[in-house]
């Protein structure tokens, strides 16, 4: 069992930035992590996903080139950096661990997810 927990969440103005990150307490570089987000109202979608070894990245095709995720195996943390923030990036932000084979975008492929960070960009 891992456990998650979010950090780094925060009011922003839009065109900012955030850096999240996840802190296992566990061991998780044997696996691939991901980041979701939830706004109010709306279903969990797929944000980001880092493989492993940190060599494979995925990103929704709405964030590339806005938000980039980051592993450090040694400190088994994983990170999400978000830039030109817009208020529809607002949500809570959540890590998890896939541990399962499948679409690295669905939420279902994944299990130990932590508690979330809010995040808000006000516009």
């Known amino acids: 069992q891992v456990q998650l927990v979010e950090s780094g969440g925060g009011l922003v103005q839009a065109g900012g930035s955030l850096r999240l990150s996840c802190a296992a307490s566990g061991r998780t570089s044997a696996y691939s992590m991901g980041w979701f987000r939830q706004a109010p109202g709306k279903e969990r979608e797929f944000v980001a996903r880092?493989?492993?070894?940190?060599?494979?990245?995925n990103y929704a095709d709405s964030l590339r080139g806005r938000f980039t995720i980051s592993r450090d195996n040694a400190k088994n943390t994983v990170n999400l950096q978000m830039n030109s923030l817009k208020p529809e990036d607002t949500g809570v932000y959540y890590c998890?661990?896939?541990?399962?084979?499948?679409?690295?975008?669905?939420?279902?492929?994944?299990?130990?997810w932590g508690q979330g960070t809010q995040v808000t960009v006000s516009s």
């Open positions: 880092i493989s492993s070894t940190g060599a494979i990245t």
């Open positions: 998890a661990t896939k541990t399962r084979p499948g679409d690295v975008q669905s939420a279902t492929s994944y299990d130990w």
